[in-house]
């Protein structure tokens, strides 16, 4: 049996090896846990009556909409946290209000689609705060924070 053995005169290094802390979490990680978050917030503030999706799919089994939970959301936290990566903290800041504006756009086009219905107390820019704090809460994930001791 032939066994390689690494030259002791090999300017090669070995990678050096990290600590299990040091390591930080991967994008699925990040999508899974932004898919948790979505998913009990829908099911609370459905349960709640502050708003329910008419138009969905499995409608006689999920009161929300899984779709938007479990397909579209999943791609569209891919993507901020990919285009995040490459920007500066006051940069991905601003991209971050700027994509809860924009959900609050889209969730006023969806109502008026027939997908999403508000109760009157509802108000949009409840939306682009949740959506500013979702997208912050996957970063910090995505980023693995350490509460130091």
Same mark, same amino acid.
């Given at each position: 049996?032939?066994?390689? #053995?690494?030259?002791?005169?090999?300017?090669?290094?070995?990678?050096? #090896?990290?600590?299990?802390?040091?390591?930080?979490?991967?994008? @699925?990680?990040?999508?899974?846990?932004?898919?948790?978050?979505?998913?009990?917030?829908?099911?609370?503030?459905?349960? #709640? +009556?502050?708003?329910? @999706?008419?138009?969905?799919? *499995?409608?006689?089994?999920?009161?929300?909409?899984?779709? @938007?939970?479990?397909?579209?959301?999943?791609?569209?936290?891919?993507?901020?946290?990919? %285009?995040?990566?490459? %920007?500066?903290?006051?940069?991905?800041?601003?991209?971050?209000?700027?994509?809860?504006?924009?959900?609050?756009? @889209?969730? %006023?086009?969806?109502?008026?689609?027939?997908?999403?219905?508000?109760?009157?107390?509802? !108000? !949009?820019?409840?939306?682009?705060?949740?959506? *500013?704090?979702? %997208?912050?809460?996957?970063?910090?994930?995505?980023? +693995?924070?350490?509460?130091? #001791?």
């Amino acid at each position: 049996m032939i066994t390689v #053995k690494r030259w002791k005169i090999s300017s090669l290094r070995p990678p050096p #090896k990290q600590h299990f802390r040091n390591r930080r979490p991967s994008y @699925f990680t990040a999508i899974v846990f932004g898919c948790l978050i979505a998913t009990y917030l829908d099911l609370l503030l459905v349960g #709640k +009556g502050l708003y329910e @999706f008419p138009k969905r799919p *499995f409608s006689d089994v999920f009161p929300i909409d899984v779709f @938007f939970t479990l397909v579209a959301l999943p791609l569209f936290t891919l993507l901020f946290l990919y %285009m995040g990566k490459h %920007m500066s903290r006051k940069g991905r800041c601003l991209f971050y209000l700027g994509l809860g504006l924009a959900a609050a756009v @889209f969730e %006023m086009l969806a109502e008026s689609a027939g997908l999403l219905r508000h109760t009157e107390s509802w !108000h !949009h820019w409840y939306s682009t705060i949740g959506y *500013f704090l979702f %997208m912050y809460l996957v970063w910090m994930v995505s980023q +693995g924070v350490r509460v130091n #001791k």
